[in-house]
């Protein structure tokens, strides 16, 4: 095993990728390279502490130099990853992928990787889930063989979610005493969750005027009738090896949980038939909803201890 593995950030110049700095920065054995941007040439790389004069590449198609990179991840916006990849891909054939983007989520050759949800090692292509899809599938892959027909999830994001780019999700303006409704239909994330956990699922997302965090509440019709009890003792024995996962008997709170790895699943009610259930669950979207995960990913693929570099206690 390489005491030193060498990682390529191309973007990574959001919110996601200075978390990942900021765990690299504490990681004993990931070291971040080089990054690759396209309006930050030759500035130094804030924030990374192990290379204090690292600087940004000009991220150009022709000016991909990986020689002795060993991954790269892949953190540009939707749409934009795939010419970068063909090329890498091309003069790089063993260098690992991750890419944080929705591109090849739905993608079979690529491996879609919820690391408490996948028994598997992770490949060398690996597609980083969406921080919506996370949190839903965390709520329903405990019970998804007792659920009979459609699941609705309701999501509320802080406005993190939407990008570091202006725009009118994250407008101050519009945000002011407000939560904004989006993507109301076929959103990417809903895409995720049905083909990767439970195929029959609505998903409305929102953004309100708070930074980072997110809080979905799934809606779920069960097979046969069951009490609070015993929900919450399969959630606990799902989750019994997964220390980054806290099952609680309350509903859990954004602001518990934002600026940690952690997922804290609760709320969990039953109406009086015992087959109407209610799930909640909220986690950092930057962090567990990407950052921690991507690194929990590449622990995987590198034979690391999936949890090696974050500190989560």
Not at 223 to 245: C, D, G, Q, R, W
Not at 271 to 289: E, F, I, P, R, Y
Not at 303 to 309: A, I, M, Q, R
């Amino acid at each position: 095993m390489k005491t030193n593995i060498s990682i390529a950030m191309i973007g990574g110049r959001g919110f996601v990728g200075q978390e990942i700095i900021s765990i690299l920065n504490n990681h004993p054995t990931f070291m971040l390279t080089k990054v690759f941007s396209k309006t930050a040439e030759d500035e130094v790389v804030v924030g990374y502490k192990k290379s204090l004069n690292l600087k940004y590449s000009l991220l150009d198609i022709s000016n991909l130099k990986l020689e002795d990179v060993d991954i790269v991840i892949m953190a540009l916006a939707n749409d934009e990853s795939r010419p970068y990849i063909k090329i890498i891909k091309k003069d790089y054939p063993n260098i690992i992928f991750i890419d944080l983007s929705a591109d090849n989520r739905l993608d079979d050759s690529w491996d879609y990787r919820v690391p408490e949800l996948s028994a598997k090692k992770a490949t060398n292509f690996i597609s980083n889930p969406g921080c919506y899809a996370s949190a839903i599938q965390f709520s329903l892959a405990p019970i998804k063989n007792i659920i009979l027909g459609r699941v609705s999830s309701i999501g509320i994001s802080g406005y993190s979610g939407a990008g570091a780019s202006p725009n009118e999700k994250n407008n101050p303006v519009n945000l002011k005493d407000n939560i904004i409704p989006y993507s109301l239909t076929n959103h990417l994330h809903e895409q995720e969750v049905s083909k990767h956990c439970y195929k029959d699922i609505s998903f409305s997302p929102h953004v309100g005027n708070f930074f980072r965090g997110i809080l979905i509440t799934s809606h779920i019709q069960l097979k046969s009738s069951h009490t609070v009890k015993e929900i919450l003792a399969i959630f606990v024995n799902f989750y019994k090896n997964s220390k980054l996962i806290e099952v609680l008997t309350d509903v859990p709170m954004i602001n518990k949980v934002t600026n940690t790895h952690k997922v804290l699943i609760g709320g969990i009610s039953i109406d009086n038939s015992g087959t109407n259930l209610t799930v909640c669950c909220a986690l950092d979207n930057l962090l567990k909803g990407a950052a921690t995960q991507v690194i929990q990913n590449l622990n995987s693929a590198s034979n690391l201890e999936e949890l090696t570099g974050i500190d989560y206690e």
